[in-house]
């Protein structure tokens, strides 16, 4: 019997509608897989969304509210051809493709309330680590300490389980096969997982994995704006393409429109983890403008039921 038959796995790209990596292993992944456009409108106008950012649309607050953009109105759409979330005919995995313009390498994010997220990071660590490939031979886990699916705004929190696989760097609105390999890659460990688990096999996992925790609603290093939202400080050159790199109170953290230095306060804790510095998609207000905030912690990987 197929995994298929057994549960209903969906892979979706396009979320953010200029993230081609996505779009590109959906429709190669069309009749092998169950596949979803997230965004097409935003897919056919070369752009991360049309009014708002699909993939903050995915609060219980916000889907139960009157759809006013067009992003909120495709929320439904996704909720109701992949969900209805919480509920018993969700989909049972939902793994959703993006691509930063940020030096991430191949993340995994998974949120708290997901155990099978955790599981399936550290698994697509042991099996795609490679000491000989500097950009994705090093598979990070980013993980949201969001502890209930409702509070989850990601378009991945529809499942009953899911996550979400990021990769890069990558231009907005450009397909590079090394990174759409990295990604199928990412996503075939993920799905192995699955299927393994999916027929009872009991696969060995560490006890605890070490994870970039991020705080509910993702804090940020916010740059500065003017009065057209348009930034007047950019990451420092020190900082630019050193996601994963801790950053500590004192540290280079912008370039001011004078070409000064403005040094991290240390507002987050006297030492940080940037991540996504200088993400394409986060100089839109919806989308949360600045750099990342993580801080490195270990955490118990769940057993599988």
């Not at 003017?226 to 500590?248: I, Y």
């Not at 953290?253 to 000064?260: I, T, V």
């Not at 949360?288 to 801080?295: D, F």
């Amino acid at each position: 019997m197929s995994l298929a038959a057994k549960h209903r796995v969906v892979v979706v790209g396009g979320t953010h509608g200029n993230e081609y990596t996505g779009v590109w292993l959906e429709k190669a992944l069309r009749g092998k897989s169950e596949t979803l456009v997230g965004n097409p409108q935003a897919v056919t106008a070369n752009r991360r969304f049309m009014d708002e950012d699909l993939n903050r649309c995915f609060l219980r607050s916000k889907l139960d509210a009157p759809p006013l953009t067009e992003e909120s109105k495709r929320a439904r759409e996704v909720d109701a051809a992949l969900g209805p979330k919480g509920s018993d005919q969700a989909a049972d995995l939902v793994v959703d493709l993006h691509t930063t313009t940020a030096n991430m390498g191949i993340t995994i994010i998974c949120d708290a309330w997901c155990p099978f997220a955790v599981r399936a990071a550290v698994y697509v660590q042991q099996q795609l680590a490679d000491p000989n490939d500097a950009v994705f031979g090093d598979v990070k886990i980013m993980y949201n300490d969001v502890k209930n699916a409702e509070e989850s705004p990601y378009l991945a929190s529809v499942g009953k389980a899911g996550l979400q696989v990021e990769v890069g760097p990558t231009p907005q609105g450009v397909v590079r096969w090394d990174v759409v390999d990295a990604t199928h890659r990412a996503l075939d460990a993920v799905l192995d997982l699955w299927s393994r688990e999916a027929a009872g096999e009991c696969v060995q996992l560490p006890a605890e994995a070490d994870v970039y925790s991020v705080a509910e609603g993702f804090t940020k290093l916010s740059w500065p704006v003017d009065c057209d939202g348009f930034p007047t400080a950019v990451p420092h050159e020190s900082l630019q393409d050193k996601d994963w790199a801790t950053l500590k109170t004192g540290d280079p953290l912008w370039r001011d429109r004078a070409g000064a230095t403005v040094p991290y306060d240390g507002s987050f804790g006297a030492e940080i983890v940037p991540i996504f510095i200088n993400e394409g998609g986060y100089y839109y207000k919806s989308s949360g403008r600045g750099i990342g905030v993580a801080q490195k912690r270990r955490v118990a990987v769940p057993p599988a039921p």
